[in-house]
């Protein structure tokens, strides 16, 4: 059965109305049936649109065309309930799930938004705490391990989380000859120049933090386990890069908030996965134009 898509814009007015409440009193714009459109109502929802919505609804026909696609959404909504379709199985399924993801977005709002404001101090003790996310020409002293299979990768990093010198791991697993003997150390590099790392291994050097390990990483020469155990390079002035600071700072703290609940999700409601049953379960295929655009697909 064909599905029936809805225009861009209206999509938009629908998915606004769902994140927001209506039902505020005052003078009202429009009526459809026995409902009445106020001016609150509209005001609140135009403010909630996300900043492209609002570019298409700019200036005096702009906030004439949102009306016209609240109107639009009431009529259709009021049809529907004259038509019994709030009673229909499939349709109360629907508002379930729509109930469902408006609740988590509603809570993860509530918990992931308190923590994304910062204030100028907050942004300068950021800024001093991490001076070595703020470098040019940055250098990273690298230790690493080397090892042949993912069995011998897991071994290393358990003795190396169970606190056993990552020296040590190194000149006991590590297939790098030239490197264990000195722990794993090959000194200073700038990962972003031609042939100081493997190309896959750079981002990962780059991101780790001084003192820091990584997790295993899979190249053509073998298994690596990175450590940074020094950074350095040429400090950029906090006046150029404080106005990036906030965004990182509320990028980072809406991550934690997030990991945080959900470790309180899995600590009150125990998951258990059924494997043999979600092996049975039929993978998803992916469509033969999304095969022919993407050129391959990945395993």
Not at 34 to 60: C, H, R, V, W, Y
Not at 65 to 81: H, I, N, P
Not at 186 to 214: C, D, Y
Not at 260 to 288: Q, R, S, Y
Request: hydrophobic share 40%; proline share 3%.
């Amino acid at each position: 059965m064909k599905k029936r898509m809805l225009p861009a814009v209206l999509v938009l007015v629908f998915a606004v109305s769902c994140s927001k409440g209506g039902g505020v009193k005052g003078d009202y714009v429009a009526k459809v049936g026995d409902k009445n459109i106020t001016k609150e109502e509209i005001q609140t929802e135009m403010a909630a649109l996300p900043p492209m919505g609002k570019a298409s609804f700019m200036g005096a026909n702009g906030v004439a065309r949102f009306v016209d696609q609240v109107v639009k959404r009431e009529g259709l909504y009021l049809e529907a309930k004259k038509r019994g379709l709030e009673n229909d199985k499939d349709a109360q399924k629907k508002i379930e799930e729509a109930k469902k993801i408006a609740l988590i977005n509603y809570m993860i709002d509530k918990e992931v938004g308190a923590v994304s404001q910062v204030g100028e101090k907050d942004i300068r003790d950021y800024y001093e705490s991490h001076k070595d996310d703020f470098m040019n020409n940055k250098e990273v002293r690298i230790s690493k391990i080397v090892v042949g299979t993912p069995e011998d990768a897991m071994k290393a990093l358990k003795r190396i989380r169970a606190g056993e010198d990552f020296a040590k791991v190194a000149a006991d697993m590590s297939t790098d000859r030239s490197s264990s003997r000195s722990g794993g150390d090959i000194g200073f590099v700038n990962p972003q120049k031609t042939g100081a790392l493997e190309p896959n291994l750079v981002a990962l050097a780059l991101s780790l933090k001084k003192g820091q390990v990584s997790d295993p990483a899979k190249t053509e020469n073998g298994i690596y386990i990175l450590k940074v155990t020094d950074i350095k390079g040429d400090l950029i002035p906090f006046e150029q890069v404080k106005s990036f600071i906030p965004r990182k700072m509320a990028t980072e703290r809406q991550k934690a908030a997030f990991e945080k609940l959900m470790e309180t999700v899995n600590k009150d409601f125990k998951v258990e996965i059924n494997k043999e049953a979600l092996a049975k379960i039929a993978p998803v295929e992916a469509a033969a134009g999304a095969m022919k655009n993407n050129g391959s697909v990945h395993q």
